[in-house]
């Protein structure tokens, strides 16, 4: 069974400090994978997505950035926190192709003071 | 505007009722997903639908994708169904994103 983990749960981090926000995927070669922002009580909005290895695709512009240095792994990170980065932080993956079902990580909770 | 509109907004249910909830898609979407989002934040696939209709338990959905909508029937309303249901459908155009709706919050109460 596939299996999804994010670390860390919750961060309260200073504005202006660097942030590293992990996912894992164990149970499935080569997915898609996805992180998604959160705004509190706002929707889902992506925020990059990787088809494979070493390719990271951004999809809104928030001051962050991604990696996947392994096939299972996906980095989401900023060297300078904003406090408009607070919310909370889904990594999720689907199955490589077009349109297929994606599952989501339990999620980070970010908060920047 | 919004790709993937969800209505209502908000829905406030007794315990052992019924309501709708629906998804209307200004995008071509050949798949649509439900989700519930728990107070904690965790998003449960609910349903992954081509078109037509599924069941789960208590929790209908239907994908007509002539008409672009879908909707997510609750019978029977619990507690448990408290939470925030999300709608989401893939947009077309090179790269895989899926776009969700701004949610449903229900309140289910005794």
């Known amino acids: 069974a596939q299996t999804i983990h994010q670390w860390p749960v919750a961060e309260i981090k200073a504005v202006g400090s660097p942030l590293s926000l992990g996912c894992t995927i164990k149970?499935?070669?080569?997915?898609?994978l996805y992180w998604y922002w959160q705004a509190t009580g706002g929707t889902l909005q992506q925020l990059f997505y990787?088809?494979?290895?070493?390719?990271v695709e951004s999809v809104v512009q928030l001051n962050l950035s991604a990696s996947r240095p392994k096939d299972d792994q996906f980095i989401l990170s900023t060297e300078k926190l904003l406090l408009s980065h607070s919310g909370f932080y889904l990594c999720?993956?689907?199955?490589?192709?077009?349109?297929?079902?994606?599952?989501f990580g339990k999620g980070t909770r970010l908060t920047v003071v | 505007g919004d790709q993937v509109k969800q209505s209502p907004s908000a829905l406030s249910l007794q315990e052992g009722t019924n309501s709708a909830l629906r998804c209307n898609f200004s995008?071509?979407?050949?798949?649509v997903q439900w989700f519930l989002q728990n107070p904690r934040g965790s998003l449960m696939n609910l349903f992954y639908?081509?078109?037509g209709t599924k069941e789960n338990g208590r929790l209908k959905s239907t994908f007509n994708s002539k008409e672009s909508y879908s909707t997510l029937h609750i019978r029977d309303a619990q507690l448990e169904d408290s939470g925030t249901y999300f709608c989401?459908?893939?947009?077309?155009?090179?790269?895989?994103?899926?776009?969700f709706g701004k949610g449903t919050s229900l309140v289910v109460h005794p």
């Open positions: 999720a993956w689907s199955l490589t192709g077009g349109d297929t079902e994606v599952f």
């Open positions: 149970g499935k070669s080569s997915p898609n």
């Open positions: 990787s088809i494979t290895v070493g390719q």
């Open positions: 995008i071509a979407t050949t798949t």
């Open positions: 639908l081509v078109p």
């Open positions: 989401a459908a893939p947009t077309s155009g090179g790269n895989y994103k899926p776009t």
